[in-house]
């Protein structure tokens, strides 16, 4: 399996279209992502953003997904990062565990960030999995946070230093 990232362009929005508008995806992700009807405009405004780094996930030449650090706050030189894996037949193949490391490298090293922050609904198994691969620490539960069909879920907390990161 070859992976690998491409910064975001407009070429990539429909697939981005897809992947946000699918309901499996979509009851994973906080606000904006949860709540708007993902449109070309938001999509030119998202990857253009100066506190927004989007990166595309390849495997080979086929387009699975989007990595992407959120209030980046290059001041104090930290961000939230989201990942997703658009397509589910990528799913439990390492794929996205490999992309996120392959992700959380540009971040640190290419972006100068410090440390990155992220959280998942605790009933996510996959993302907790995939966070925890990639050697984040636990720091926390935000408690009845997120609500998936009328139902409020914890999500755990997680962060990662630049000191902390493992190749995987």
């Given at each position: ?45 998202w990857i253009r953003k100066n506190d927004s780094v989007v990166y ?113």
């Open positions: 399996m070859k992976i690998r990232l491409a910064r975001a362009a407009l070429k990539d929005f429909p697939n981005y279209q897809k992947w946000f508008r699918n309901p499996k995806n979509r009851q994973w992700l906080g606000t904006p992502f949860c709540e708007l009807d993902y449109n070309i405009a938001f999509h030119a405004a595309t996930i390849y495997e080979g030449r086929t387009p699975i997904g989007c990595a992407s650090a959120l209030a980046v706050d290059r001041k104090n030189k930290n961000a939230n990062i989201i990942l997703v894996l658009g397509d589910k037949k990528f799913r439990g193949r390492g794929i996205a565990a490999k992309a996120g490391n392959l992700f959380l490298r540009k971040m640190f090293f290419r972006h100068g960030l410090r440390s990155v922050y992220a959280w998942a609904v605790e009933t996510n198994a996959a993302s907790v999995r995939i966070i925890e691969r990639n050697n984040f620490t636990r720091v926390g539960i935000q408690r009845r946070s997120h609500k998936i069909n009328g139902v409020y879920k914890n999500r755990i907390l997680f962060d990662l230093l630049k000191e902390e990161f493992i190749e995987l």
